[in-house]
């Protein structure tokens, strides 16, 4: 049986040589990309942790509403759950109450509706804390891909300039800037994909917020218009 040895790779034609011997706009392109991507894991890393504490104590807070008693008492138990959107709502609830009394009666009428505004506000601004850094997450899943591809165009034209400069196209003249084209088009796609998969992760999380923010809303008014103040 014969063998047929395999051509060897032309002397330097590895990954790190070629990002080192990278043109300047094959350089720009990367560094860009790198830097989308080390800010696009650094917010996946924060809003990771803020989704979860978020989370835990909202849970404890619905937790605590459900066992009834007075709102003061919720208040006053609930008051180390910082993190909770949830929680946040209550306690602005809790606070137009509190500059508002109306007596020993239920809530009714324009109480009731300064009430209702009060926790409307109040949702707004805890869900776009949550959706906040998110943006760039999208705009680094849509954007990366086009970087990359710029840089992929990049070596494929220095392709093409080393085989006019040699005047053949021998392996020699064109791989090292399809490799390098190659090399765009891998950083986009390691840029893109984490900020898409965790952006859509995040997404789903916040939707998630947002209706129990809503069904939190909903019981905390129904439970305002019977109960005594």
Do not use: C
Not at 35 to 59: C, D, M, P, Q, Y
Not at 176 to 204: M, Q, R
């Amino acid at each position: 049986m014969s063998f047929i040895p395999l051509a060897a790779a032309p002397r330097g034609l590895n990954f790190w040589s070629l990002i080192f011997e990278a043109g300047p706009l094959a350089w720009a392109t990367l560094l860009v990309l790198a830097l989308f991507s080390v800010i696009s894991w650094g917010i996946i890393a924060e809003r990771w942790k803020r989704f979860r504490r978020a989370e835990s104590e909202t849970n404890n807070f619905l937790d605590r509403f459900h066992q009834g008693g007075g709102l003061a008492a919720i208040q006053d138990e609930t008051a180390a759950l910082k993190w909770s959107p949830v929680a946040e709502v209550y306690r602005a609830g809790f606070r137009e109450i509190s500059l508002n009394p109306v007596g020993e009666g239920a809530l009714r009428g324009e109480a009731l509706e300064a009430v209702d505004r009060m926790l409307r506000k109040s949702s707004g601004v805890q869900l776009t804390e949550l959706e906040r850094s998110l943006g760039f997450l999208a705009t680094t899943a849509s954007a990366s891909p086009f970087i990359g591809l710029f840089g992929t165009v990049v070596g494929i034209t220095n392709a093409f300039r080393s085989i006019g400069v040699q005047g053949a196209a021998s392996i020699a003249a064109y791989a090292p800037g399809i490799a390098e084209a190659l090399v765009a088009t891998a950083a986009g796609l390691l840029a893109a994909v984490p900020a898409v998969i965790f952006y859509n992760h995040f997404l789903a999380r916040l939707r998630s917020m947002e209706s129990l923010i809503e069904e939190f809303r909903a019981d905390f008014l129904h439970r305002l218009q019977g109960r005594r103040v």
